[in-house]
């Protein structure tokens, strides 16, 4: 029946692929509420009402801390692995962990002495 033998089951994956999600988005058209008061159209904040607008500026100290967060959780990512297979990759290896570490230490040492780890 088909060109490329075995290869059914990869349509069949990618029909049900495509069905999960069409299912789900029609099934919560026909659940969801579908009352439309003014209520409904405000922004909830915690049960309070907002207050300003919602374009203010934040303190780039947000956004340090969330770059050095994400490059030492990316450390971990890329460490977890090389840990499991430790002993199959040898010297060689360590040596070039050893390497990555040191380049991330000092890099957090330049952040701590730019002041990028101060919340004040």
């Not at 988005?25 to 003014?38: D, I, M, N, Q, V």
């Not at 390497?99 to 101060?118: D, H, N, Q």
Request: net charge neutral; proline share 4%; glycine share 6%.
């Amino acid at each position: 029946m088909f060109v490329l033998s075995g290869y059914e089951y990869l349509l069949g994956f990618f029909l049900v692929c495509s069905l999960v999600p069409a299912l789900a988005l029609s099934a919560s058209k026909l659940l969801r509420p579908s009352g439309r008061s003014p209520e409904r159209r405000t922004t909830y904040e915690s049960g309070m009402e907002p207050i300003g607008g919602a374009w203010i500026q934040f303190n780039i100290r947000y956004y340090m801390f969330a770059l050095i967060f994400v490059i030492f959780d990316v450390e971990t990512v890329f460490l977890y692995p090389w840990a499991v297979a430790f002993h199959l990759l040898g010297l060689l290896a360590f040596i070039e962990a050893l390497i990555f570490i040191a380049i991330l230490v000092i890099a957090l040492v330049y952040a701590w002495r730019k002041g990028a780890l101060e919340w004040s």
